[in-house]
């Protein structure tokens, strides 16, 4: 079993930047893909961005050059870095792990980008 606990968000405004941070623990993180998604107001949970175990990173287009992606298995804490926030990137942030038939969520963080 694991456990994600995500922090980080917040209210900023448009041009700044948020580091959002997910924290695992019951299990080996180093062997989870990881992923964050957010979900708006009356839409779809959508993914933002995606690490391997290997490291290698994908983006969704909405937010490629200014979001980046990372992990530290020593922590066993995955990282979405957020530069340039638009409005439009305000919704809850959920961290996401996946391993074989294994998915965990976290509960999901709050960020809201005024203009």
């Known amino acids: 079993q694991v456990q994600l606990v995500e922090s980080g968000g917040g209210l900023v405004q448009a041009g700044e930047s948020l580091r959002l941070s997910c924290t695992a623990s019951?299990?080996?993180?180093?062997?989870?893909?990881m992923a964050w998604y957010r979900q708006a107001p009356g839409k779809q949970r959508e993914l933002v961005a995606s690490?391997?175990?290997?490291?290698?990173?994908t983006y969704a287009d909405f937010v490629k050059g200014r979001f980046t992606i990372s992990r530290d298995n020593a922590k066993k804490t995955a990282y979405l870095q957020m530069n340039s926030l638009k409005p439009e990137d305000t919704a809850v942030y959920y961290c996401?792990?996946?391993?074989?038939?294994?998915?965990?969520w976290g509960q999901g963080t709050q960020v809201t980008v005024s203009s």
């Open positions: 996401n792990g996946h391993y074989g038939r294994l998915d965990y």
């Open positions: 019951g299990s080996i993180f180093s062997v989870y893909d």
């Open positions: 690490i391997t175990r290997g490291t290698s990173t």
